[in-house]
């Protein structure tokens, strides 16, 4: 049988180890309280001694799962642009700022009879925004630089990864020229226009 204390207060049986929390709970305000708590504190047994909490063990699957954290989320930032290949030009800090010129070209390409569709986001990765890029398929080039440079058509179509090949003929604002790659890109005082024409484009 367990043995049991009596509270000197009101009689009443308590655990050993609870006399000092039934005083403090049941006689919180009786006189003769403080004097009997500081009596009962240093009797051993009557305080219950705290348990050591267990050490922290670290196992090796807990450092490999962290470890495949950290891995794939450097991954995650700097693989994508090794596998996305080096882009024709140098990518532009920010759209919009710092830039030298900022002019448009609307591009239209003729392949027989038909229409060819200008893609949107050519020149536009994650993690790059080359000079010559497009944001929709309405054909409009945007030429954005930071530096002093020219580009032709020929450069847009490296960014796009098409070959310039062969048209049948060009016209640069209305006015048929000679097709060449090298025709540069030009905008300032409105929106420059070429239309090249076809006979097959791939």
């Known amino acids: ?26 006689h919180p305000r009786h006189p003769d309280k403080p004097g009997l708590l500081e009596e009962l504190k240093e009797e051993p047994g009557r305080i219950p001694q705290k348990r050591a909490g267990r050490p922290i063990r670290i196992r090796r699957w807990q450092i490999a799962v962290v470890a495949v954290i950290v891995l794939g989320g450097l991954g995650a930032v700097y693989l994508p642009p090794l596998l996305s290949g080096t882009p024709a030009f140098p990518c532009i800090g920010q759209e919009g700022v710092g830039l030298v010129y900022h002019w448009h070209t609307d591009l239209s390409i003729s392949s027989g009879a038909a229409s060819v569709s200008i893609p949107s986001g050519i020149g536009i990765s994650t993690f790059c925004l080359e000079p010559l890029h497009t944001h929709d398929a309405t054909g409009r080039i945007h030429i954005e630089t930071q530096t002093a440079s020219l580009y032709s058509i020929g450069d847009f179509f490296r960014v796009w990864g098409k070959s310039f090949g062969n048209p049948t003929a060009m016209h640069v604002n209305g006015t048929a020229v000679t097709p060449n790659p090298s025709v540069i890109l030009y905008g300032p005082g409105g929106v420059e226009t070429i239309h090249l024409q076809y006979d097959s484009f791939s």
């Open 1 to 26: 049988m367990t043995k049991m204390d009596r509270c000197p207060i009101c009689n009443v049986a308590v655990k050993p180890e609870n006399l000092i929390r039934h005083l403090n709970d049941i």
